[in-house]
Nanobody, 123 residues
Framework: QVQLVESGGGLVQAGGSLRLSCVASGRLFSIDAVGWFRQAPGKEREFVSA????????LSEDSVKGRFTISRDNANNTVYLQMNSLKPEDTALYYC????????????????WGKGTQVTVSS
């Protein structure tokens, strides 16, 4: 089995920055991609960004392009989400998830999920 643990969330003013971390452990042989999703209270979960573990391949939702950057550190089994120019509408519980195959924006395609880290952006 695979375990994912997110960290780095917090309270920040609009225009500020945070860096989220996702550390994976367990049986990682079959993990090919890691993604970030977010969910605000009463709203559907939505895709943010995803990256391949093994090749140069990534995806990002249009609303975060130019503000958020996903990166990986395979030696430490860690994926990061650097978030700059944060807006109040970015407020949500942020989850990381892992899957076989290519990065995907479809949450149901992911096999493993962390419990989330809260990001709150004040105006």
């Amino acid at each position: 089995q695979v375990q994912l643990v997110e960290s780095g969330g917090g309270l920040v003013q609009a225009g500020g920055s945070l860096r989220l971390s996702c550390v994976a452990s367990g049986r990682l042989f079959s993990i090919d991609a890691v993604g970030w999703f977010r969910q605000a209270p009463g709203k559907e979960r939505e895709f943010v960004s995803a990256i391949s573990r093994t090749i140069v391949s990534s995806l990002s939702e249009d609303s975060v392009k130019g503000r958020f950057t996903i990166s990986r550190d395979n030696a430490n089994n860690t994926v990061y989400l650097q978030m700059n120019s944060l807006k109040p509408e970015d407020t949500a519980l942020y989850y990381c998830a892992a899957k076989n195959g290519a990065p995907s924006s479809v949450g149901v395609m992911y096999d493993y999920w962390g419990k989330g880290t809260q990001v709150t952006v004040s105006s």
